[in-house]
């Protein structure tokens, strides 16, 4: 697991190959296990990350946390904006309206592919899940 996936760290070679950079903050480790410490950049954070740091007995799936920020590149990528602006997702729990939101947004994507990639991404998070299952109900 890396735990920093942004931008400023994926490089790009110039056959297009795109590589990942800085593992200062990385960590080898188990999914089993999750991680108990919060390290990366806050904009591309899951934010599963603030439920671990209310309860101490939640364990973060760090592939899961990996996942979700390459998620937030792709869509900073596509849309220009993270997908949480002004909100910092480690510190500040996603609410409804902003998943619905997020939804939306992701629903404007033209090509299929691209969405499918953004929701498997963005929405495989327990926190998102958990904010679009109240949505259902």
Known sequence: MHRDVKPENILCRSDGILKLSDFDVSRVACTAMGMKTTTGTPDYMAPDYHRSLVDHTYSID???????????VLFQIVFGKPPFPGRNPMFEPV???ECVSLVG?????????????LRRC???IQEIERALLKLRQ
């Open 62 to 72: 760090p592939g899961k946390a990996d996942v979700f920020s390459v998620g937030c």
């Open 95 to 97: 609410v409804e309206r």
């Open 105 to 117: 947004t992701i629903q404007r994507v033209a090509d299929a592919q691209l969405k499918a990639l």
């Open 122 to 124: 963005l929405f495989g």
